[in-house]
C-alpha cells in the first residue's frame, strides 16, 4: 500500500511539471498549442484513471489503449503549433504521429469490448485493423508516409498526399464502422443502463469526429481554425464517465448542461461585443482605443447585472427543450415534510413516501419494507402497484445480501447496474446474490434506497423504472435520497411514539394492580362473607329441607348472596383486565357507580360517607370505559386515604355550567359534562400542589406517584382537563362546605 502511494505521489509530481511547463511554453511561444496540450494531458490522464479502476476488464483496458493513441496524437499537433521550421516538423511528426495511426485500430478494439460483440468475423476485422495501422507506421518511419507541410499562422499542418488520403479514407471506413456497431448493439440492448451507457459512447464518439475533423482541413488547403483537441477532450471525458460512473446521469443531462453553458458563453460574448460596438459607433475608434479599459470596465458591469438572470432564463429554456416534465423538487419536499408532520403511524408515513415518489416520477410499482422488532426480518409495509401474492411472500432475512450492501455502501442500490458488473466478471455470482436479485425482479425493483437511523438500517425503499423508460437522473437520485431522509425520520419518531405509548400502557397497568393490592384484603373479606352465608345455609339443607321459616330464608338470603359474589368478580375481572383500545359512547354516572360497589366494603371500613349527585337525563359521553375505571378509582382511594378516621365524598355529575362554582377553578370549557370529587379530608399542602399530577411524586411513604400523574394523562387523552383545590383543614365550615380537597373534571361531549 505505501508503495502505491509512493508511486501516485511520483505520478502526480511529473504531470505537474508536465503541465506547468507545457502552459509555460504555451504562454511564451504559440497560445494555440494550449487545447492539444490540455487535450493531450487529459487524454492521457483519463486513460491511467479508467485502466487503475479495474485492471483487468477488457472495456478499462482498451479504453485506456484508445485514449492513449489520442494522447500521442494531440502531443503531435502540439509540437505542430510550437515547430520553429519544416524539418523539425517532419522529424517532430515521425515520432508522435504513432497516435494518429492508432487511432482507427483501437477506436474498433474499444466499440467490439464494449458491445461485447466479438465473433470470428469482428475478430478478423479487428486483426486487418491493426495490421492496415502497422503498414502505416512503417510508411511513415520509412519517410514515405509525407514530407512536405504547410505553414499556417496557427501551426505547421502536413499537406494531403496520396498515401495521407488513403489514411484518411481508413480512418473514416473504421470509425463509421464502430459507430455502425454502436448504434446495433443500442437496438438490440434490453437494458436501460446499457442503452445510457453507449449512448454515452455515441455521443462522444460523434463530438470527436465532428469537431477533431477540423484539425484535417487545412492538409487540403480549407483555412478553418483547427480546434479539434477540444472534441477529443469531450470525447474522452465523456466516455471516462460512461465507463466509471455511467449510472448517474442521462445522457440528455449531459447535452443540456454542455448546450447550456455554450449559449450562456455565447450570450456573455455578445454582450461584450455589443457593447464595444456600441462604444464604437458613439465615440469611434480613436477614443474607443485610448478607453478600453473603461469600455471593458462598463462591459463588465453589464455582464455582472444580467449573468444570474441570463443563466436562470437560459437552464429554464433548456430544460424545457430536454425535460419536458420538469418538477419542482424544493415544493415537493416543503408538502412532503409538511404531510410528515402531521402522520404518527408507520403505515401512513410509508404510504405516503411510495404515493409522493410515485406521482412525481410516474413510477408503477414500488414497496416499502420495514424491520420487524422481534425477528429482524425485513417485511412489505406499503406498496404500489404489487398483488397480494407478492406481499405475502417476499421479505428479506436481517443477514440477507442486498441489507449488508445498503448498510455498508450507504447508496442506492441500482440492480441493473449491479447486474451488469456482474455480467462483465469471469466467475458467476454466488447463491444468496443470485437469490436476492431474484427477489428485486419480483418486486421490479430497479432502485433499493436504504431507509437507515445513524448507523442502523430500518427499511428499503424499492422502485421500479420511470413508465418512460427514462434513466434516473442524478438530480432524481438526490431527491430520492432526500425524500427518504425526511420520511426515516418521521419512522423513528413514529417508533419512539409507539414505544412511549406501550410504556404508558404498562404504566396504566401497574397502577391499577398497585390499586387491586390496596383493595385486595377488603376484597377478600367481602368475598368470604356471602361464601360463609352460602356454606351456612348449605350445612343446614338437609337438617331443615322441610322447614318453611328455613326455606323462605334461604331463597331471600342465598339468591342474594350469590348474586352479590357474582358483582364483585364481574367487577374485579374488569377491573384487572387489559384496557381496550376502543372508545364508546357511556353513561358516566353508571361507571360511578360500578366502581362505588366495587369498593363498598372499603368505604365502609374507612367510615365514609359517600354522597351522589346526578344531574337528571345526563348525555352519553364517548370514552374508554376502562380507563374512565381507573381515573375513579384512583380518586376515591386517594379521598378514602386522606379520611383516617371518617368523613364525606360528594360526588357530582352534571353539565357544565356557571352555577356554584368555586372561584379557585378556572372555566376553560363549555358544553361538556363535569364530575366533582370532593372529600372532607387532611388537603394538600399549598407546595405540593403544582407537582401533584407529577410522575414518581408522592406524600404517601407506600406511595409509587404514579396514580394522578396517570389519572392526568387519561384525561389529557380524551380531550378534558382536570383541576385541584384543596385546604389543609379536615371537616365542614359553617356554611356546610366541604374542607378538604376538591377535583374537577371536564369531559367533553361527542361531537
Not at 138 to 154: A, M, P, Q, S
Not at 362 to 384: D, P, W, Y
Not at 516 to 522: D, I, P, R
Request: glycine letters at 6%.
Amino acid at each position: 500500500m505505501d508503495r502505491d502511494n509512493s508511486r501516485t505521489k511520483i505520478f502526480v509530481f511529473f504531470i505537474g511539471i508536465v503541465f506547468v511547463v507545457g502552459i509555460y511554453l504555451v504562454v511564451r511561444l504559440n497560445p494555440h498549442s494550449l487545447s492539444p496540450f490540455i487535450a493531450g494531458l487529459a487524454s492521457f490522464l483519463l486513460a491511467f484513471f479508467v485502466y487503475s479502476k479495474d485492471k483487468k476488464n477488457l472495456i478499462n483496458k482498451t479504453f485506456a489503449l484508445s485514449s492513449i493513441a489520442l494522447a500521442i496524437f494531440n502531443f503531435n499537433i502540439f509540437g505542430l503549433c510550437l515547430a520553429p521550421n519544416e524539418i523539425f516538423a517532419i522529424h517532430w511528426t515521425r515520432i508522435f504521429r504513432l497516435g494518429f495511426l492508432l487511432v482507427p485500430p483501437t477506436f474498433v478494439h474499444f466499440t467490439l469490448a464494449i458491445t461485447r460483440n466479438k465473433n470470428e468475423i469482428k475478430s478478423k476485422i479487428l486483426y486487418i485493423s491493426y495490421l492496415i495501422a502497422l503498414i502505416f507506421i512503417i510508411l511513415n518511419w520509412t519517410g514515405n508516409f509525407e514530407d512536405r507541410f504547410i505553414k499556417t499562422e496557427w501551426t505547421y499542418m502536413p499537406r494531403g498526399g496520396t498515401v495521407y488520403t488513403i489514411f484518411v479514407i481508413n480512418l473514416v471506413v473504421f470509425i463509421c464502422y464502430s459507430l455502425f456497431e454502436l448504434i446495433q448493439k443500442y437496438r438490440r440492448a434490453t437494458s436501460t443502463l446499457e442503452q445510457n451507457q453507449l449512448q454515452y459512447v455515441f455521443v462522444g464518439a460523434a463530438v470527436a469526429v465532428l469537431i477533431g475533423a477540423t484539425n484535417l482541413f487545412l492538409a487540403y488547403g480549407v483555412r478553418v481554425y483547427p480546434f479539434g483537441s477540444l472534441g477529443y477532450i469531450a470525447y474522452t471525458g465523456i466516455v471516462a464517465y460512461a465507463i466509471v460512473k455511467y449510472q448517474l446521469m442521462d445522457i440528455r443531462v449531459v447535452i443540456s448542461k454542455g448546450f447550456a453553458y455554450a449559449s450562456l458563453v455565447g450570450a456573455i460574448s455578445g454582450i461584450y461585443v455589443l457593447t464595444v460596438g456600441i462604444f464604437q459607433g458613439i465615440f469611434g475608434t480613436t477614443v474607443l482605443a485610448q478607453s478600453s479599459f473603461l469600455v471593458n470596465a462598463f462591459a463588465a458591469m453589464i455582464i455582472a447585472a444580467t449573468f444570474q438572470p441570463l443563466k436562470n432564463r437560459i437552464r429554464s429554456t433548456v430544460d424545457k427543450i430536454f425535460f419536458k416534465e420538469k418538477y419542482d423538487p424544493q415544493k415537493i419536499l416543503k408538502e412532503f415534510t409538511w404531510s410528515l408532520s402531521l402522520l404518527i403511524e408507520a403505515d401512513k408515513i410509508a404510504n405516503l413516501l411510495i404515493n409522493t415518489v410515485a406521482k412525481t416520477l410516474h413510477i408503477t410499482k414500488g414497496s416499502v419494507f420495514l424491520v420487524e422488532k422481534e425477528t429482524g426480518r425485513f417485511r412489505i409495509n406499503a406498496t404500489e402497484g404489487l398483488n397480494q401474492a407478492i406481499i405475502d411472500k417476499i421479505y428479506f432475512a436481517k443477514d440477507e445480501f442486498l441489507l449488508r450492501w445498503l448498510k455498508e455502501e450507504n447508496k442506492i442500490f441500482i440492480r441493473e447496474e449491479f447486474e451488469f458488473n456482474l455480467s462483465r466478471q469471469e466467475f458467476p455470482p454466488n447463491e444468496e446474490i443470485v437469490q436476492t436479485l431474484n427477489k428485486l425482479e419480483v418486486l421490479e425493483a430497479y432502485l433499493s434506497i436504504p431507509l437507515k437511523i445513524k448507523d442502523e438500517l430500518v427499511g428499503v425503499f424499492n422502485l421500479s423504472n420511470k413508465m418512460s423508460q427514462e434513466m434516473f437522473t442524478a438530480d432524481d437520485l438526490e431527491f430520492l435520497s432526500t425524500l427518504a431522509n425526511q420520511a426515516v425520520i418521521a419512522l423513528e419518531n413514529a417508533r419512539l411514539y409507539e414505544e412511549m405509548r406501550e410504556l404508558e400502557k404498562n404504566l396504566h397497568r401497574a397502577d391499577k394492580l398497585s390499586a387491586l393490592g390496596t383493595l385486595a384484603a377488603n376484597i377478600a373479606h367481602e368475598i368470604k362473607n356471602p361464601l360463609v352465608a352460602i356454606k351456612t345455609f348449605t350445612q343446614l339443607f338437609p337438617k331443615k329441607f322441610n322447614d318453611p321459616e328455613f326455606q323462605e330464608k334461604y331463597n331471600q338470603i342465598v339468591p342474594q348472596e350469590l348474586e352479590r359474589l357474582e358483582n364483585i368478580l364481574h367487577e374485579l375481572l374488569n377491573f384487572s383486565r387489559p384496557s381496550k383500545e376502543a372508545s364508546q359512547p357511556v353513561e358516566i354516572e353508571k361507571i360511578i357507580d360500578e366502581i362505588l360497589l366495587f369498593m363498598d366494603s372499603e368505604i365502609l371500613k374507612s367510615k365514609v360517607r359517600v354522597i351522589k349527585e346526578y344531574q337528571e337525563n345526563l348525555p352519553k359521553i364517548f370514552t374508554n370505559p376502562d380507563q374512565m375505571k381507573q381515573v375513579f378509582l384512583n380518586l376515591i382511594l386517594n379521598a378514602l386515604q386522606a379520611m383516617p378516621d371518617g368523613g364525606s365524598l360528594k360526588i357530582s355529575a352534571r353539565m357544565n355550567t356557571n352555577q356554584s362554582v368555586p372561584p379557585a377553578f378556572l372555566r376553560k370549557q363549555e358544553g361538556g359534562i363535569e364530575i366533582w370529587f370532593s372529600d372532607t379530608g387532611s388537603g394538600i399542602a399549598e407546595e405540593n400542589l403544582k407537582n401533584l399530577f407529577k410522575p414518581f411524586f408522592s406524600t404517601k411513604e407506600d406511595g409509587t406517584g404514579l396514580g394522578l400523574a396517570i389519572v392526568k394523562q387519561i384525561i389529557k387523552e380524551h380531550n378534558g382537563t382536570i383541576e385541584v383545590v384543596s385546604k389543609p383543614h379536615q371537616g365542614v365550615n359553617q356554611n356546610g362546605s366541604h374542607q378538604g380537597t376538591t377535583f374537577l373534571i371536564k369531559l367533553p361531549l361527542p361531537v
